[in-house]
């Protein structure tokens, strides 16, 4: 059974305020409005942040009320009710994950029983040690003191395993509460900021109630399991974990069959609370677990003490007092934002899953009872059993269809960006995020954010929040978010050997401006876009090849253009370029601003080659060489040459077979694949 319909509505209109609103008289209903403004203009005032239409709510820039609601993106979506991937194809690409290098992921029904304990102590103090060289000098204690090498002496100690023997077996546990995988078996915290205790470098990712993991060693407190989950290894408290008497019945606690699964796909749930069964009382369970739905045959059997009405009775694990496994009923509130078996991959339930944790605090590696970025991806996906790798450097190995981005022009991204539904995951450097579409122009996305750039003071703030916002919004560093976009992935398309991928091809002109991006041989404009079809400047094209030479030194003494003015952008380049003789003036002028044709372009190119000691050349007989092109005689006297070396070079090709086009203007698009051919035939030499 389905619960989840193909929409799914489950975010409404604020209440009580909006309930006022439609029921107040038309004067009240005045009076309020005032009173909201005058609220609104004092929380701007004090806080810097829009708000929403219920003078109650704050959202970023662009970003409404009703965009909190996943129907406003499943209409904006192609098709949100089409299943986007089947479970076949998930349990493919979950099979896949674990079989592909890179992902880091276990495949924990098949794991070895039996492992060396005593080497795997030694290789757990060995990354200990490496961990803590990484995080001593700039790390704190929860008391705000900066943690020293004696206190990290004391944790790297606790990893070995007193116990631990050459040959040892592996066992099996449950996780029954909401935990965290630790890097260390460490009580305290490991703070960058001591004022700052919400963001802790002990927290790797959260472990959910009837996770299973594979248990190998204990620290020698005794307190910390050293585990592995299906995407991860680290430390996890002992009191958060049950071990199962075997194999046997771990598997029976979470391979659960399709008929028996609940899946909690809203944000977090609690059980109520109980005083005849505490054990299963109040008990947080979070997006992405899974829990076993108890089959009830008697309409009159109690579960903890009254009747399942508007219920589901379901298994959750405890922990015994020796530490084993057990089992015990529990009820879930069927108005909680569940569903019977993984929900279908549609584009209307991924809005309804994304959404879910709108506001919710940030949780850097599952700490504070929520998520970080990839993890809140991953935890998305694994409401429909799409068990993702845990970050989105480990994700990248799998053959999805992706794009990386690095050095795309933002025009480029945003063609990508047009293409793409609903669901896809992208990333810069330390981010991820979903794609939820476009709108009025406007690309969004949800995450939950550590810090970003205000978009009202200019200052670098603690967002710390999941949220939804626009592309437009920027970095620390300055940057927009869609300048700093590296890769795009489609999480739910295993690619199949030789098979195309359903993304857009790169327009012609991309590996030029690839290059000249990573080279920084040419500056974009202002939010990173590049204009391919604007017009190539002589100042831009001197800039380019200063930067090409590595950005000299001016000789001293070198003259100057009567319009080039002291201080100026393109100052350094074309004082030497001309000491070079690599350009000239016309008319005592340099015209930095006037637009640069093909045959100008050639002899700069020309002239820069044999600056540079490659004695460049062309053909004995120019005329020859450009025979081809029925245009060629279109050309200065001055550029044949160069145009001919360029020709037989390939770095300079025609607009056509038979057209040179030598007078033609050279667009910026041209300017960088020309820039990038010259690069690589010099680097032939």
């Known amino acids: 059974m389905i619960l989840l319909p193909a929409r799914v509505h489950t975010h409404f209109p604020s209440g009580a305020i909006r309930l006022f609103h439609e029921t107040i008289t038309f004067g009240v209903n005045i009076m309020m409005k005032k009173l909201t403004s005058l609220l609104a203009l004092l929380l701007v005032c004090a806080f810097g942040l829009p708000l929403a239409a219920n003078a109650s709510v704050a959202?970023?820039?662009?970003?409404?009320?009703?965009?909190?609601?996943?129907?406003?993106?499943?209409?904006?979506a192609e098709e949100p009710d089409a299943v986007l991937a089947s479970p076949e194809k998930i349990a493919a690409l979950n099979a896949a994950a674990l079989t592909t290098a890179g992902t880091n992921m276990h495949d924990l029904k098949n794991i070895p029983e039996t492992f060396d304990g005593t080497a795997r102590c030694e290789s757990l103090k060995r990354g200990a040690a490496a961990d803590a060289a990484y995080y001593l000098g700039w790390t704190y204690s929860e008391r705000g003191r900066k943690l020293e090498q004696r206190d990290f002496d004391k944790i790297i100690a606790n990893t070995a395993?007193?116990?631990?023997?050459?040959?040892?077996?592996?066992?099996?546990?449950?996780?029954?509460?909401?935990?965290?995988?630790?890097?260390f078996p460490y009580d305290g915290q490991i703070l960058d900021d001591p004022a700052d205790l919400d963001f802790d470098y002990q927290s790797l990712v959260g472990l959910r109630v009837n996770e299973p993991v594979v248990i190998f060693t204990t620290s020698r407190d005794g307190k910390y399991y050293q585990i592995y989950n299906s995407c991860c290894s680290g430390w996890v408290r002992a009191e958060d974990v049950a071990v199962c008497r075997s194999r046997t019945e771990w598997l029976s606690a979470w391979d659960l069959p399709a008929d028996r699964r609940l899946v909690v796909w809203g944000d977090k749930l609690f059980t109520d609370a109980s005083l005849t069964h505490p054990e299963t009382a109040n008990r947080m369970v979070t997006m992405g677990t899974v829990l076993e739905r108890i089959a009830l045959k008697d309409p009159d059997a109690l579960v903890i003490n009254r009747l399942p009405i508007?219920?589901?009775?379901?298994?959750?694990?405890?922990?015994?007092?020796?530490?084993?496994?057990?089992?015990?009923?529990?009820?879930?509130?069927?108005?909680?934002?569940?569903s019977e078996n993984y929900l279908p991959l549609t584009g209307a339930n991924l809005a309804s899953v994304a959404l879910a944790s709108l506001g919710d605090a940030y949780g850097w590696g599952g700490s504070l009872d929520n998520e970080d970025c990839s993890s809140l991806c991953r935890s998305i996906y694994l409401c429909f059993g799409l068990d993702l790798p845990r970050n989105g450097n480990w994700q990248w190995p799998l053959a999805l269809p992706k794009a990386d981005a690095a050095y795309m022009t933002t025009e480029e991204k945003e063609a990508l960006l047009d293409s793409l539904p609903l669901g896809t995951l992208m990333t810069f450097p330390g981010h991820m995020m979903m794609y939820l579409g476009k709108y009025n122009g406007e690309y969004y996305v949800c995450s939950t954010v550590s810090s970003m750039m205000s978009p009202y003071s200019g200052n670098r703030q603690r967002s710390r929040c999941a949220q939804i916002n626009r592309l437009d919004i920027r970095r620390a560093n300055g940057m927009t978010w869609l300048q700093a976009m590296n890769r795009f992935y489609i999480p739910w398309m295993l690619l199949s050997e030789g098979e195309k991928s359903p993304l857009p091809e790169s327009p012609w002109y991309h590996e030029g401006t690839a290059y000249c991006l990573e080279k920084k041989l040419i500056d974009t404009f202002d939010g990173g876009y590049f204009r391919p079809e604007e017009k190539a400047t002589r100042g831009e094209t001197a800039l380019a090849l200063y930067r090409a030479f590595g950005s000299p030194e001016t000789p001293e003494g070198a003259e100057g253009f009567a319009d080039l003015e002291s201080g100026s952008k393109y100052e350094k380049a074309v004082l030497w370029c001309a000491s070079q003789g690599i350009t000239n003036g016309v008319d005592g002028k340099f015209l930095p601003e006037s637009a640069v044709s093909r045959e100008m372009l050639a002899a700069l190119l020309f002239r820069a080659a044999n600056a540079s000691g490659q004695t460049a050349a062309a053909a004995e007989d120019?005329?020859?060489?450009?025979?081809?092109?029925?245009?060629?005689?279109?050309?200065?006297?001055?550029?044949?040459?160069?145009?001919?070396?360029?020709?037989?070079?390939g770095i300079i090709n025609g607009k056509t077979a038979a057209r040179l086009a030598p007078k033609g203007a050279v667009t910026r698009a041209e300017l960088a694949v020309i820039l990038m051919r010259a690069e690589r035939a010099a680097e032939d030499k």
């Not at 662009?62 to 209409?75: C, I, L, S």
């Not at 009923?329 to 909680?336: G, K, M, Q, S, T």
């Not at 020859?624 to 070079?649: G, I, M, Q």
């Open 310 to 338: 508007h219920n589901y009775a379901v298994y959750l694990p405890v922990r015994n007092a020796d530490g084993s496994y057990a089992k015990r009923e529990a009820l879930i509130n069927a108005r909680e934002q569940v």
């Open 59 to 76: 959202y970023l820039p662009g970003v409404t009320d009703e965009m909190t609601r996943p129907a406003f993106w499943e209409e904006l």
């Open 622 to 649: 120019s005329e020859s060489a450009l025979a081809a092109f029925e245009d060629a005689a279109k050309a200065a006297p001055w550029s044949k040459e160069p145009l001919a070396w360029a020709v037989e070079n």
């Open 161 to 183: 395993d007193s116990r631990a023997r050459k040959s040892m077996r592996v066992k099996y546990g449950i996780v029954v509460n909401r935990s965290e995988l630790l890097t």
